[in-house]
């Protein structure tokens, strides 16, 4: 099949895969900014020497001036989350240790799955929904010293992405009129009720406010939540809306603005990340949020080299490319770049919401 874009949402019935939305680019794709925002927006991950990584390197860290995130936060993360007991991601997840939700807001109910104590952080799926490697990050944002709310969105909860129904699942998302997958300069409806989760979060948990990430299909989402004033931590990942226009982004200008100006106001900032040469997420759209946001956007670009390749049948048929920077094509080997990045993202939490060892006496478990 072709490698072209569908139309509109009525015409996804004729795209069989996500990768049909994506044209195969290849070499470096750097992204320019002005400001500080030229630095960070496509700073690659580097290794001690300040070179840049072509292979996985030992004891990489990425250089995380601008974040306010520093190494030895990092390495105390990463103490807290290493007694994490070891869980096949080819396996189904049952998500028996989070507490399973029917939560209320404007008037929709969805199930949210909720675990942990301390400030909370809303986890967002990827497609084709919450995968035993999505479960794991959340796992490891509990494990930090936070309360996880994890939405279900989309798909079958704990599932291995299978190809087909992971096609489907795709499909009808496509199609919901939640989620806005072919509009740039558009906020899909969701981010509505995931703001008022992330109030509700807040006065759940209580602490300095609330953090989000959001992956794949829900990566600008976080953005969008920055509308709301509890929300002080945004972190997108290989953000791929809008589908057909690789430097769309899919936020409305009223809200790009609104969040903009409010970012500088309250001395904030947005972490991000993508694979360097995944098509869905593309060097082109990083220029974009660098352009609208300035040096409070700070993106960061893992090597391809850098990514698993051992992946479910769904993003081995339909992605067939280094893509999902922390859940499925993240290595969990000490030293890897995705691993660095996971440990920055938990550190950015902790820095911004006031979590870590120790912090998490101060919320009561849920």
């Known amino acids: 099949m072709s490698k072209r874009p569908c139309a509109n949402r009525f015409d996804v019935e004729r795209c069989a895969s996500f990768h049909d939305f994506a044209d195969p680019i290849g070499g470096r794709h750097d992204v320019v900014g002005d400001g500080r925002a030229r630095r960070h927006a496509a700073r690659n991950l580097e290794n001690g020497h300040g070179c840049h990584v072509g292979k996985p390197p030992i004891n990489v860290i990425f250089d995380t001036s601008g974040t306010g995130v520093s190494p030895q936060s990092c390495r105390l993360i990463v103490r807290e989350i290493q007694a994490m007991p070891q869980r096949s991601m080819k396996q189904d997840d049952p998500l028996e240790d989070f507490k399973h939700r029917a939560i209320a807001c404007d008037g929709v109910t969805k199930l949210v799955h909720v675990a942990g104590r301390g400030p909370a952080v809303i986890v967002m799926p990827e497609m084709p929904g919450i995968s035993p490697h999505v479960a794991r990050f959340a796992r490891w944002v509990r494990d930090a010293g936070f309360t996880t709310y994890m939405p279900s969105l989309f798909g079958r909860d704990g599932a291995v992405p299978g190809a087909e129904e992971g096609a489907a699942i795709f499909r009808r998302a496509c199609a919901s009129a939640e989620f806005r997958a072919f509009a740039a300069n558009g906020s899909s409806p969701v981010t509505r009720w995931l703001r008022s989760l992330a109030r509700l979060a807040h006065e759940e948990c209580g602490g300095p406010g609330v953090g989000a990430i959001g992956m794949c299909f829900t990566g600008n989402f976080a953005l969008t939540m920055m509308l709301e004033p ?75 080299s850098a990514a698993n390749r051992d992946v479910a049948p769904f993003f081995r048929q339909h992605v067939a490319c280094p893509h999902s920077v922390v859940t499925a094509h993240l290595i969990d080997e000490a030293g890897q770049p995705t691993i660095a990045a996971r440990d920055e993202i938990l550190s950015f939490f902790a820095l911004r919401l006031g979590a870590a060892a120790g912090g998490r006496q101060s919320c009561r478990p849920l």
């Open 230 to 304: 509890a929300m002080l931590a945004p972190v997108l990942c290989q953000p791929s809306l809008p589908l057909n226009d690789r430097g769309g982004i899919e936020i409305a200008p009223d809200d790009v603005k609104a969040v903009r100006d409010r970012l500088e106001r309250d001395d904030l900032t947005v972490l991000a990340y993508r694979f360097e040469g995944d098509p869905f997420c593309a060097a082109q759209r990083f220029a974009a949020y660098a352009e609208a946001l300035g040096e409070r956007f700070i993106g960061r670009e893992v090597p391809d």
